[in-house]
C-alpha cells in the first residue's frame, strides 16, 4: 500500500507537499513524516537530489520545541560553510565549534566536526542533554581509514534520547548499516535509499587523438595511432567542451601541482567576453575587501587566471584564497576551475561538466584506480538543477597502465564500495571507557560495527577476528596502566585525565607535561615543540633551519620523551601512533611568533602557505585542548594564552575569517 502511495505522488506532483516553497521528492517526503514521528533517518541519495533539506527540516522541528539540534561534518571547510549558510537565516541561533574557531557555543544549534562531538559525548554528556537530532553529513566518512571510527563511536555512545539524521550520497550497503545503527541505539530508524538523480549522467571516455567515446558496458576502446601534436576537439577535451558551449567546467586532478599547471597552461583561452571580465574584475574586488585580503603574488595570479575565467583550487591554498576561489565559482562567472577532489566534498558548487584528468591517483604507497564511490562524487558535481537538462563527466583515457573498458567499467558503473568499520578506540576513547566500563571495555567492541559486520562470518573467521580486536584493546590498555594514566577496575590518573583531554596526541603532550619541561619552556619555545609534534612531512617540502640555540638541551630532552612513548608502544606490541619530533618548521614558527608578517615567514619555506596556516591551526588546537585540560594550574595557563596570542593572527586567525564572511 505505502509503495502504491509512493508511485501516486510521483506521478501527480501537483498532490505532493511542499516545504519552504519546494516541492519534495517521495524519498523527501518519506523522511520528514519519520522525523515528524520522531524517528531517526538514514538516507542514501544521490549528490543534488535534496538530502540537506531532510536535515533543515529536522533542525527546523526541534528548535521548534525548545530542544537543541547538530549539525556535523567531516571537515572544517564544509563545517564552515554550514555555519554561514545557516547563519544567513535570521530565524535561527546558531553556533560553531571546530578546533579552530568556537562562536556562540551556547546556541540551540551547533555546527561541528565529527570529532568535536565525539568529544562532547565523553567529555560532557550532561551538556547534551536536550539535544533531540544530530545530523551526521557525509556519514560514509566512517569508512575512512584514519579517522571513520570517530562516527561509529559516536553512535554507540551518544545519549539515548539522542536521535540522528545521516546523510549520504554513497552508500551501498545501506541496510546492513541501517541495522546496526537500530540494534546499537535501540530506538526506530527509517532507511531510505533514492538512486534518481535530479540532472542524468552522460559519461564519456575521452581519448586524445581520437575524442570522446560514450561510456557503457559495451564500450571498446579505440586502436593506438601515431601520436600528433595538434590541438582541436579531438585530442584536448578542453577544445571539445568550449566548442560545444557546455561550460562551467570542474577540471578534476590528482595533484595541486597539476591543477595549478593546467590552469596555468589555459590562461589564454577567451573565456570571458569584455563585459564578464567586468563583472569578474568587481566581484573580485568585492570579495578581496570583504576579507580584507592583502595583495601577494598569488592572489595576483588568481586575479589574472579570474579575468580569463579560470582558476584552480587545492589545500594548498591560503584559506582565504580558497574562499575567494569558492565564491567566484558560486557566482557563475569562472568557466574553467582545475581543483583535487576535495572540492566535491559536501559543499554544492555544481557545474555544466565534470573531466577527470585521470582515473588513477596516488594512493599514499602507489598508484591505483580511484574507488566507484569516488568517481561517482565527484562526477555528481555534473548538471545544475534548473539549469543544465543533463550532466556531462569525461574521463581523459591516456594512461598505457589503463588497458582495456574492464579497467574502468567497474569505476563508473560498478557497484559502489560498502562502508567498512574502521573501529579503533583511541587511547583518549579507552581512558574515558575504563572509566565508565571497567573490566566490562569490551562491550563497546561488541556493540561497533565491526562486530556487526563479522557476525555472519564462519565462526572460525569470526572469533579469530573477535580475539585479534580484544588483544588490540587489551594490549593497549596495559601501555596506559604501564604509563600511569590508568589504575585498578576504573580509575583514571591525573596523568589520564589530561591524556583523555588531547586528541590525536593524547600520550605525547601527557608525558611532556608530566616531566615539567612544558612548563620550564618560554612561549616561543613551546610553539615550536607543539608545531613539531603536530607536523607531518611533505615530499621535497623544505624549511630554514631552527636555531639550534632556540631550544638548546632542551631539544634532547623533549626527544627523549618521545623516543621512550615509541619504544613503549613497540614493547607493547601496538600498532605505532607516536611519531617522531619534525622540527623542520621551528624557524617560520619562531619568525611569526616574533612579530614577522605572514608572507614574509612563507619565504622561509617552498612548503605551499595552506600547508603553513593548517601547522599553525594543528598547533593552536593542541595548545587550545592543553589549556582546558590545566585550567588549575594559573601561571601555566597564562603563559599558553601569551603563546596562542603570539601565532594567532592574521591569515591564521580561522574566527576572523569566519566573522568576516
Known amino acids: 500500500m505505502k509503495e502504491a502511495l509512493r508511485r501516486a505522488s510521483a506521478a501527480s506532483p501537483a498532490a505532493r507537499r511542499t516545504y519552504r516553497g519546494l516541492v519534495l521528492n517521495p524519498f523527501q517526503e518519506e523522511a520528514l ?16 537530489a535534496g538530502k540537506t533539506l531532510v536535515a533543515e527540516y529536522a533542525i527546523e522541528e526541534t528548535l521548534k520545541r ?6 556535523t561534518a567531516p571537515i572544517k571547510a564544509l563545517s564552515n560553510q ?5 547563519k544567513a537565516d535570521p530565524s535561527i541561533d546558531v553556533g560553531i565549534m571546530t578546533g579552530d574557531v568556537t562562536i556562540n557555543p551556547g546556541a540551540p544549534l551547533l555546527v561541528m566536526t565529527t570529532e568535536i562531538f565525539r568529544n562532547a559525548v565523553f567529555e560532557a554528556p550532561a551538556e547534551l542533554g536536550d539535544v533531540e537530532y544530530v545530523v551526521f553529513d557525509e556519514i560514509h566518512y566512517m569508512d575512512d581509514l584514519e579517522r571513520g571510527t570517530v562516527w561509529e563511536e559516536s553512535i554507540i555512545f551518544a545519549p539515548p534520547q539522542i536521535k540522528f539524521i545521516c546523510l549520504s550520497a554513497t552508500v551501498s550497503n545501506l541496510g546492513q548499516f541501517g541495522q546496526w545503527i537500530r540494534l546499537t541505539r535501540g530506538t526506530p530508524l527509517e532507511i531510505i535509499r533514492h538512486g534518481e538523480r535530479p540532472v542524468p549522467l552522460r559519461h564519456y571516455l575521452f581519448f586524445p587523438g581520437h575524442g570522446p567515446v560514450r561510456a557503457d558496458k559495451s564500450t571498446r576502446f579505440p586502436r593506438p595511432g601515431p601520436k600528433k601534436r595538434t590541438r582541436g576537439p579531438k585530442h584536448n577535451v578542453i577544445d571539445l567542451v568550449q566548442q560545444n558551449g557546455t561550460m562551467p567546467v570542474l577540471f578534476f586532478c590528482f595533484s595541486r601541482k597539476e591543477c595549478e599547471r593546467r590552469a596555468r597552461n589555459n590562461l589564454e583561452r577567451g573565456l570571458l ?35 580569463h575565467g579560470v582558476s584552480y583550487h587545492h589545500a594548498g591554498l591560503l584559506p582565504l584564497h580558497k574562499e575567494l576561489v569558492e565564491r567566484l565559482f558560486t557566482s557563475g562567472l569562472l568557466r574553467l576551475l582545475f581543483t ?38 565527484m562526477a555528481g558535481r555534473a548538471g545544475r538543477q534548473g539549469i543544465d537538462s543533463e550532466g556531462l563527466v569525461y574521463s581523459v583515457i591516456d594512461d598505457p597502465r589503463v588497458r582495456s573498458p574492464r579497467d574502468v567499467e567497474n569505476i563508473l558503473f560498478g557497484q559502489i564500495e560498502p562502508i567498512r568499520s ?15 566500563l571497567g573490566p566490562r571495555i569490551f562491550q563497546a567492541w561488541e556493540r561497533s560495527f565491526n562486530n556487526f559486520q563479522w557476525v555472519r562470518m564462519p565462526r572460525q573467521k569470526r572469533e579469530k577476528n573477535q580475539r585479534q580486536q580484544q588483544e588490540a584493546i587489551s594490549r593497549r590498555l596495559a601501555l596506559l596502566r604501564d604509563l600511569g594514566c590508568i589504575a585498578g577496575e576504573n580509575e583514571v590518573t591525573p596523568k589520564g585525565e589530561l591524556a583523555a583531554a588531547i586528541n590525536g596526541f593524547e600520550l605525547t603532550v601527557a608525558e611532556l607535561n608530566c616531566s615539567g619541561l612544558l612548563e620550564w619552556f618560554t612561549e616561543l619555545q613551546l610553539l615550536v615543540v607543539i608545531a613539531a609534534l603536530v607536523f607531518e612531512e611533505r615530499p621535497n617540502d623544505v624549511y630554514r633551519r631552527l636555531d639550534k640555540r632556540l631550544l638548546a638541551e632542551h ?12 619504544e613503549a608502544e613497540r614493547r607493547h606490541g601496538v600498532a605505532p601512533t607516536v611519531r617522531p619530533l619534525g622540527f623542520q618548521p621551528g624557524a617560520v614558527i619562531q619568525a611569526f611568533a616574533q612579530g614577522a608578517a605572514f608572507e614574509q615567514v612563507a619565504q622561509l619555506t617552498n612548503a605551499s602557505e595552506g600547508d603553513l596556516v593548517r601547522i599553525f591551526r594543528l598547533t593552536l588546537q593542541v595548545l587550545r585542548q592543553l589549556r582546558k585540560a590545566v585550567r588549575g594550574r594559573p601561571a601555566f595557563t597564562d603563559k599558553l594564552d601569551r603563546a596562542m596570542a603570539l601565532i594567532n593572527r592574521d591569515a591564521v586567525d580561522a574566527k576572523r575569517q569566519l566573522e568576516l564572511g
Open 340 to 377: 583535487t577532489e576535495t572540492f566535491a566534498l559536501g559543499i554544492n558548487m555544481p557545474a555544466r561538466t565534470v573531466v577527470f584528468s585521470s582515473l588513477r591517483k596516488f594512493d599514499g604507497c602507489g598508484f591505483d584506480f580511484i574507488k566507484a564511490r569516488e568517481y561517482q562524487q
Open 555 to 566: 631539544r634532547k630532552d623533549v626527544e627523549a620523551v618521545i623516543a621512550r612513548l615509541i
Open 66 to 71: 525548545g530542544r537543541r539540534a547538530i549539525y
Open 33 to 48: 513524516d519519520a522525523i515528524a514521528a520522531g524517528r531517526s533517518v538514514l538516507l542514501s541519495a544521490p549528490t543534488g
Open 82 to 86: 554550514k555555519y554561514r549558510d545557516f
Open 273 to 307: 567576453d569584455p563585459a564578464t571580465q567586468l563583472r569578474m574584475d568587481q566581484r573580485f574586488d568585492e570579495v578581496c575587501a570583504q576579507f580584507q585580503m592583502r595583495r601577494d603574488a598569488t592572489l595576483e595570479e588568481l586575479r589574472v587566471l579570474a579575468l
Open 422 to 436: 574502521r573501529f579503533n578506540l583511541s587511547y583518549s576513547t579507552l581512558i574515558n571507557l575504563h572509566r565508565a
